[in-house]
C-alpha cells in the first residue's frame, strides 16, 4: 500500500504570497496517477492538478503541480482570496488508491 | 455533460445496511472504472473501492473488506455499494467518481448517518 503524506498540515500565508504544498509517497508513484484537489467547507473536492502536472480544465495558470517518484509539490503562485482551503493529493495507479491527509491553507 | 449522482443515503442504527447508488449520464458508462471516496465530518477524504468496466474485479480498502460491497449494472448506467454492520465511524458524505486518468469526475455525494 502506498501511503501519502502531506506538509506542512498547515500553510499560514497572505494573499498575494507564493504557496508550495508538498506530497510524499512511500514508495515510487506513477506520475500519470498523482492529483491535486481543492476542497471548501461542505463542498465536493474540486480536482485542480493531475498526472501530477496538467492543470484540469478551467484552472487558472498560478496553480501547478510538479514533481516524480516519491515527491510531488503543488504551487501556488500568487494566493488569491478564494484559495483558502484544503488541498489532497490523490495516487490512483496502484490499489489501495489512497489520499494524502491534507494541508489547511489558511489566512495570516 | 458528466454528470453523477449519487443516492440512497440516510440515518440507519449501528449494525444495519444500507445501499448507495450511483446514477451516471453523459459518458459510455460501460467503458470506464468506478469507484467510490467516502469523507467523515469533519476529516479527510478516504478512497473505498473500484470496481472494472465490466464488473469482474474489485478493490477495496483493507479496513472496510468483508462489509462493504462495490457493483455496477452496465445496463442502467448505476454504480453500488452496499454498505453492511455498519458503525458509527461509518457516518460520512459518500462520493462517486469516475476511476479515469484524471479522476475529475465527482458526484455531489449522499450523507450516511449512523446512529442509535
Known amino acids: ?108 | 455533460d458528466v454528470q453523477l449522482v449519487e443516492s440512497g443515503g440516510g440515518l440507519v442504527q449501528p449494525g444495519g445496511s444500507l445501499r448507495l447508488s450511483c446514477a451516471a449520464s453523459g459518458f459510455t458508462f460501460s467503458r470506464y472504472w468506478m469507484a467510490w471516496v467516502r469523507q467523515a465530518p469533519g476529516k479527510g477524504l478516504e478512497w473505498v473501492a473500484n470496481i472494472e468496466p465490466d464488473g469482474r474485479e474489485e478493490y477495496y480498502v483493507d479496513s472496510l473488506k468483508g462489509r462493504f460491497s462495490i457493483s455496477r449494472d452496465n445496463a442502467k448506467n448505476s454504480l453500488f455499494l452496499q454498505l453492511n454492520s455498519l458503525r458509527v465511524d461509518d457516518t460520512a458524505v459518500y462520493y462517486c467518481v469516475r476511476d479515469d486518468e484524471s479522476w475529475g469526475y465527482w458526484g455531489q455525494g449522499t450523507l450516511v448517518t449512523v446512529s442509535s
Open chain 1, 1 to 108: 500500500e502506498i501511503v501519502l503524506t502531506q506538509s506542512p498540515d498547515t500553510l499560514s500565508l497572505s494573499p498575494g504570497e507564493r504557496a508550495t504544498l508538498s506530497c510524499r509517497a512511500s514508495q515510487s508513484v506513477s506520475s500519470r496517477s498523482l492529483a491535486w484537489y481543492q476542497q471548501k467547507t461542505g463542498r465536493t473536492p474540486r480536482l485542480l492538478i493531475y498526472g501530477a502536472s496538467s492543470r484540469a480544465t478551467g484552472i487558472p495558470d498560478r496553480f501547478s503541480g510538479s514533481g516524480s517518484g516519491t515527491d510531488f509539490t503543488l504551487t501556488i503562485s500568487r494566493l488569491e482570496p478564494e484559495d483558502f482551503a484544503v488541498y489532497y493529493c490523490l495516487q490512483y495507479r496502484t490499489s489501495p488508491y489512497n489520499f494524502g491527509q491534507g494541508t489547511k491553507l489558511e489566512i495570516k
